[in-house]
């Protein structure tokens, strides 16, 4: 493969190729000015015929002005390819091969004509796709790079021909390689046929994806929306599309992926954010939090929910005019007992029993040589003797009141947990000490979930078209069934890590986590090799793995940093100051630096840097090239990513977890946040698992 052409390394070259490349980068920049121009000068004021279809109009040509947005420091295209024959259906007969630039967004000319073509059009597979070994009819894939929005080089593969050798892409590993400043990027560049594949799944299917450190599995995961929103557009807007992340410094790091694609209207949210039903003011043991993420305690909450049903001993005597028309009890019971047995919801039930024990009324009314009709059988569902009886038999739950009294009634606890719970887990998930009611009831995140399988017991949630879950591995089995709800009619794309499970509950494997999800037959695959972290960086922290996750595969990368990985020692009094030193020596790079300690630790290190003299951001907070320090704590640095990485004491950051695997996997995330340099520094010994 020839080297990358570079406007200084063009005196072997003609000028005008790049210079080719400049004007047709130039051309589509006004071409997409064009477009944006032609939807705001639409006049839609005529068109509608009611004020709701108007607005409706109205909100999507604003979505589409801001979607053609031009991005001053985003490339509109980033690759070409030139077919080796004509593949569209208007091409001419006998004609020869055609020429398609792939960008993030479509761009045509005046006349209709494609200038630039979407990354997830079905032609532009094949620049993700194509290789030596199947070329899939393209001639020559070129490459270009950016700097600062402005086309700078290019580089060609000439995938026909069988003379050029094979060689890495530098304009590729360029791209990987970039300095992070600011929030995560797409990379729509950069997505390697592995990670294709998982982008182009159906929207009908379910997907999982197992990921090492710097496989990107999030970035796939946001672009399989894109794809999606892309491919099922009309399907899934009416459906809705969501994106579910641990924390939120995370959904802030992730936040301008999409947008960047053109994607506006995705919807982000953690899971504590999808259960706010009530306000968390608490916090469980771990044992708690164990006990009440288990998915028993859905059929706990079910047999609470249903432990109000009581059958009646008295008949239905319902008064119409000057007659009276009784229904026995054993029909009422055939009746409450039929619903009963039926899997339908708490609340849909009681407003069907109405019309249950109404309809045998009507019955009733013809065998006694009546003619009622629906507005007498709804007359009669809402009567005060049948209303009286769905109240005593079916009587109304409200989710909050309903967990309130499970988790501080002993004895309604004890009848609901019955064969399901043992005494001592029953202790260990009653409140100590309840609040008098739920509006100042201790709840916890544990709680919120509790209500929420309530919730949902009593009324079906809605399903979404779509779910990305990400960070899956922390989540218990019913944190899973919640997030199961707002999917059952649609599909997900799973992400994350079994040696990053960094919660007690984390989940052993993946089919158990599918099943508690609700998506059973869902696809598993797994990413193995990195492409952000340096392999030494990996090397050192796949020590970890037979201790953490020992039927995972030990990650690569295809990245080799010379001195990416640094282990110092220090003593107990130097230890803060070579700490703040080797930020002083990463902040010397390029790029953004992130400090990660142990939770406990960071008063410390708020106090250090600031008598240094050094700013520094909190987790969530975008970097920029003025400021460019996080401090991390090392709880929130899951899914984060810093060029480099000075961790701090990681026997600190082991023994901050409950129990010491949980410890060594909050270690495995911290030391594989580095995407350029790690320095590992520590007065005590380091874990005996990192050899």
Request: hydrophobic share 40%; charged share 25%; with cysteine.
């Amino acid at each position: 493969m020839p080297s990358p052409a570079t406007p200084d390394a063009l005196t072997d070259l003609p000028s005008d190729p790049l210079q080719r490349e400049r004007d047709h980068l130039a051309s589509s920049r006004a071409a997409l000015r064009a477009m944006r121009e032609d939807a705001q000068a639409l006049d839609i004021s005529d068109v509608a015929g009611t004020w709701v279809t108007a607005e409706v109009l109205r909100k999507q040509v604003e979505r589409r002005i801001a979607a053609l947005a031009d991005l001053a420091h985003t490339p509109l295209f980033f690759g070409r390819l030139d077919f080796l024959h004509a593949i569209s259906g208007d091409a001419s007969e006998g004609a020869g091969g055609e020429r398609f630039y792939i960008g993030r967004r479509h761009v045509h000319d005046a006349e209709g004509d494609p200038m630039v073509i979407d990354w997830r059009a079905p032609v532009s597979q094949t620049f993700y796709r194509a290789s030596r070994k199947d070329p899939m009819d393209i001639g020559k894939r070129r490459r270009f790079g950016y700097t600062g929005g402005e086309l700078t080089a290019y580089e060609d593969e000439n995938l026909s021909d069988p003379a050029e050798l094979e060689s890495a892409s530098a304009l590729l590993a360029a791209e990987i390689e970039k300095p992070r400043v600011g929030p995560m990027r797409d990379i729509v560049a950069t997505i390697q046929p592995e990670q294709d594949e998982i982008v182009r799944a159906e929207v009908t299917g379910t997907v999982c994806v197992q990921g090492a450190p710097g496989t990107g599995k999030t970035a796939v995961g946001l672009h399989r929306v894109a794809y999606l929103l892309y491919a099922h557009r009309e399907r899934l807007a009416k459906s809705g599309t969501l994106v579910i992340g641990p924390n939120a410094s995370f959904l802030s790091y992730i936040e301008q992926v999409l947008p960047a694609l053109g994607e506006l209207d995705v919807a982000q949210a953690t899971v504590q954010e999808l259960v706010r039903h009530v306000e968390v003011r608490g916090t469980d043991s771990a044992e708690a939090a164990r006990i009440k993420g288990d998915a028993r305690m859905a059929q706990v909450l079910r047999r609470a929910v249903r432990s109000g049903i009581t059958l009646p001993t008295e008949p239905c005597v319902v008064v119409r005019g000057s007659r009276r028309w009784r229904v026995p009890a054993y029909e009422l019971v055939e009746i409450i007992e039929e619903l009963a047995s039926r899997d339908i919801r708490y609340g849909a039930a009681m407003e069907a029993l109405p019309q249950r024990v109404s309809h045998a009324v009507l019955l009733k009314m013809e065998q006694g040589g009546e003619a009622p009709d629906d507005r007498v059988q709804d007359a009669v569902a809402r009567s005060r003797e049948v209303k009286a009886l769905v109240k005593a038999c079916w009587p109304p739950v409200d989710p909050a009141k309903l967990v309130h009294r499970l988790l501080t009634d002993a004895e309604f606890l004890a009848s609901c947990a019955d064969g399901i719970l043992d005494a001592a887990e029953q202790a260990a998930i009653r409140w100590e000490k309840p609040g008098r009611s739920p509006k100042t009831a201790p709840w916890t995140a544990a709680d919120a979930v509790l209500v929420d399988e309530t919730v949902d017991l009593v009324h079906r949630t809605p399903s979404l078209g779509h779910v990305v879950l990400d960070e899956a591995q922390d989540l218990s089995p019913m944190q899973y069934r919640a997030v199961g709800r707002r999917c059952t009619t649609g599909s997900a794309t799973v992400l994350g890590d079994l040696a990053q499970g960094t919660t007690p509950w984390a989940t052993g494997s993946w089919p158990e986590a599918l099943h508690h999800l609700g998506k059973p037959g869902a696809h598993v695959e797994e990413l193995t090799t990195g492409f952000r972290v340096p392999e030494e960086v990996i090397a050192y922290a796949s020590r970890l793995l037979p201790a953490i996750a020992p039927g995972l595969a030990p990650a690569t990368s295809i990245r080799t940093a010379a001195d990416s990985l640094t282990i110092r020692r220090a003593t107990g009094e130097e230890l803060v100051a070579a700490v703040v030193a080797a930020c002083r020596e990463a902040l010397a790079h390029e790029g953004s630096t992130g400090l990660i300690a142990a939770d406990a630790r960071l008063p410390l290190f708020e106090a250090a840097l600031a008598e240094a003299g050094l700013a520094f951001l909190t987790p969530g907070t975008e970097t920029t090239a003025e400021s460019r320090l996080t401090l991390v704590p090392a709880s929130l640095a899951k899914g984060l990513e810093y060029d480099y990485v000075v961790l701090d004491e990681p026997a600190a950051v082991v023994a901050g977890e409950p129990d010491r695997r949980t410890g060594l996997r909050r270690l495995y995330v911290s030391l594989t946040r580095a995407v350029s340099g790690l320095t590992v520094l520590h007065a005590e010994p380091l874990p005996a698992e990192l050899g």
